[in-house]
């Protein structure tokens, strides 16, 4: 629509307006600009190993994607979108990990925000260690991948054991 027909502009949480040089309005999605991982960026994901393949697949987790309640459940939806919720983010971090042939568990357990709360843990070195890919994103402050905001209740799948 041409801009001197009178179209409203107005942002929403999920898209942004523009105005372009020749005067049309469109809007770009929020969400395909968080997931734009160049080839070289998903490259990185391909053989990690040992504590510095954690690190390198939480730095790829800050910059790509986020964490969003009412989100994605899958990782395939988080693939597509950028963002998930702890189920689509944990189930995302488990596939990529498992493809790195680490061996994954995804854990539920409870914290204040919900009985349900799922994330990673990634055995390294014979040990078990957290992996909390929803902490990593910017909505929750970038925190280290080992922090937790619950204790393991359950498992609820376990790759590559």
Known sequence: MPFS???ILGDTPESKTTLKIDQSISQVNAASKINKATAAEKKQLNNLTGKTGLKKIAKYINK???HRSGAAHTAAGV????YG???????????KLKKNGYTVRVVQGAN????????????????????EPSLVTKRYGSKPYTSTCAKASKVIVTYNA
């Not at 919720?85 to 596939?95: P, Q, V």
């Not at 204040?112 to 992996?131: L, M, P, Q, T």
């Open 112 to 131: 204040r925000y919900s009985s349900r709360h799922r994330w990673v843990k990634v055995k390294v070195d014979g040990e078990w260690i957290n992996f």
């Open 85 to 95: 919720d702890c189920w689509g983010l944990s189930d995302w971090t488990a596939k």
């Open 79 to 82: 693939e597509k979108t950028g």
């Open 5 to 7: 027909q009178g179209a």
């Open 64 to 66: 790509h994607l986020n």
